[in-house]
């Protein structure tokens, strides 16, 4: 069974850092692209970052870039995002999820359930 | 930056209607554009991709037409299960999410 488990979202303190991770099982993970998308409470998606399958690509959105940084472990089939300098704006429910393709701007086809950021 | 712009933001419907959702982008996006379904407290799914394809699993009921800057969702019969927040995505250049249309029982 394909699966994306998240972990790691706690309370943190405004300009406190956190690292994220995301496990993934049941699929040959470096050959998919990886995004983080984050959902505000009761707000729409935004999508924050994205891997390329063999990591070698990058991107980030405008409101997180230089402040978060997403990085995969092709051997350990573990995605991770470290983010420093968080805002209170960077609360949110945050999702780890497979592009169909190596590359990642696609759409997502398997999402986890999501690890939850607070920031206060 | 790629704006997406779907509407209505609410829609109330009935078991059996014909549902249509609508999804304008502020460029040409060619049909690089999917739609998901998400429910309270859930992940978002998977439901339509490159603006028409039926992704593995997902009833017939649902699909997605259009290309360039419209494009819409349908749902042929609305069922229980579809009560639920649908959202937009396109993936022509990074990647943005439309603000959402929750589709509540009438």
């Known amino acids: 069974e394909v699966q994306l488990v998240e972990s790691g979202g706690d309370l943190v303190q405004p300009g406190g850092s956190l690292r994220l991770s995301c496990a993934a099982s049941g699929f040959t993970f470096n050959s998919y692209g990886m995004s983080w998308v984050r959902q505000a409470p009761g707000k729409g998606l935004e999508w924050v970052s994205g891997?390329?399958?063999?990591?070698?690509?990058?991107n980030y959105a405008d409101s997180v870039k230089g402040r978060f940084t997403i990085s995969r472990d092709n051997s350990k089939n573990i995605l991770d995002l470290q983010m420093n300098s968080l805002r209170a704006e960077d609360t949110a429910v945050y999702y780890c999820a497979k592009s169909p393709e190596p590359g990642y701007n696609y759409c997502m086809d398997v999402w986890g359930k999501g690890t939850t950021v607070t920031v206060s | 930056d790629i704006q997406m712009t779907q509407s209505p933001s609410t829609l109330s419907a009935s078991v059996g209607d014909r549902v249509t959702i609508t999804c304008r982008a502020s460029q040409s996006i060619s049909s690089w554009l999917a739609w998901y379904q998400q429910k309270p407290g859930k992940a978002p799914k998977l439901l339509i991709y490159k603006a028409s394809s039926l992704e593995s699993g997902v009833p017939s009921r649902f699909s997605g037409s259009g290309s360039g800057t419209e494009f819409t969702l349908t749902i042929s019969s609305l069922q229980p299960d579809d009560f639920a927040t649908y959202f937009c995505q396109q993936y022509n250049i990074a990647l943005t999410f439309g603000g959402g249309t929750k589709v509540e029982i009438k």
């Open positions: 891997i390329s399958g063999s990591g070698g690509s990058t």
